[in-house]
């Protein structure tokens, strides 16, 4: 349990909105779709039609430029809330905080059961007047021969507060998250100020959008704009979307482990979204997980973005700008040569939602390291600016 200093009259009031706040957290875990995005089936275009030849000459012009201004600052959280940049904070939670309760009740079906372990959980323990509070994405993944393992990932969205959540586990792999605290803010407002840092903590290790453990396996969620979701329902223990991302950062070491741990769980879309998961390991495999009439589908793939990339029906069915983007990334990859983190950095830059203006930003991306188990995050667009958090030290 939290630790706490006592708790007043205003528990009750506190408790009371548990339910609302952290359902309001959980709105943002799937992110990463597009405002105005249409559902459609299209071949994948050979040409980013929004960045265009024009935005790869003036990334190439600005090149040495974001070289020379380009700053990586070593941090490491510690158990208080840390803000690193406006609408980006970081903290680390150390021990189980719930989790392998969650995991032998069997999980959750839904965004609801969620809150309800959580508020069950926590309500005892919330200081007075607190509460426990509470919406297109990119990857990719690319080998060098002296770098090892790249991952990165941009998260698409509208303004927002992030959160990165560094997890120190007795059992299982340490690892660092990414949580999407917009809608918890919303629903929090003034009492925002009264939660303490470490019930948000723990509410955000149940809800995180993507992360890389200690093992080195990276893990991603990205949303695809269609009317189906995912509510398997067989007898197996259940999972939601983010849920399922806290898992397989806790218990799988490598791709084949990751899909296993999903295999063995009935998946359920948080907020009826529907997702794809792109995961990949520090052997340099990648795969990504759709769900297609509610049965798992894997495909094996370097790239990700908003449509899926299973054969069928379904394939192809996503939005526009997603395809652009793949194609852009996908570009890059043919066009061979030497990996580094920078040119990592600069790719995950060109298909920033600055070179398609749509309401949304990028508004945080990682750069992981798989090989070497560490993390630079870069926040809102600023790619002069990045954070490293190191897993393998």
Known sequence: MIAHKGIGSGARVGAA????????????????????????????????????????????????????????TDVTPGHSMEELAPGLSMTKVSGDRGLSEFVAQGGASSDAEVVSFLEERMAASLPSDSLFAGAGCSTLLVKDAEAGVLFGRNFDW??????????????????????????LKSAAGSALGNMPDEVVAQAALFAPLDGMNEAGLAVATLMIEDSDTIDQATDKPDLTTTTAVRLLLDAAANVEEALDVLAAHDLHGSMGLMVHFAIADAEGN??????????????????????????????????????????????????????????????????????????????????????????VYYHREDYGQGWRIRLGS
């Open 286 to 375: 990648g795969a990504v997980v759709e769900y297609v009439d509610n049965e798992m589908q894997v495909v094996e793939s370097d790239v990700a973005t908003n449509f899926y990339l299973s054969d069928g029906p379904k394939k192809g069915i996503g939005t526009s700008q997603s395809h652009d983007r793949f194609a852009a990334l996908r570009d890059q990859l043919d066009s061979g040569g030497a990996w580094d983190e920078q040119r990592l950095r600069d790719a995950m830059e060109s298909v920033s939602k600055k070179n398609y203006p749509d309401g949304e930003t990028t508004e945080w991306t990682m750069a992981c390291n798989l090989t070497a188990k560490d993390v």
């Open 158 to 183: 509208h303004g927002c507060d992030a959160l990165i959540v560094e997890h120190d586990v007795a059992e299982g792999y340490d690892s660092v998250s990414t949580v999407n605290l917009d809608f």
């Open 17 to 72: 909105l548990i339910a609302a706040a952290a359902f309001a957290l959980l709105l943002a875990l799937s992110g990463c779709g597009g405002q105005t995005a249409s559902t459609e089936q299209a071949e994948l275009p050979h040409k980013n039609e929004k960045g265009g030849a024009d935005h790869v000459v003036q990334q190439e012009e600005g090149d040495a430029n974001r070289a020379a201004q380009h700053d990586v």
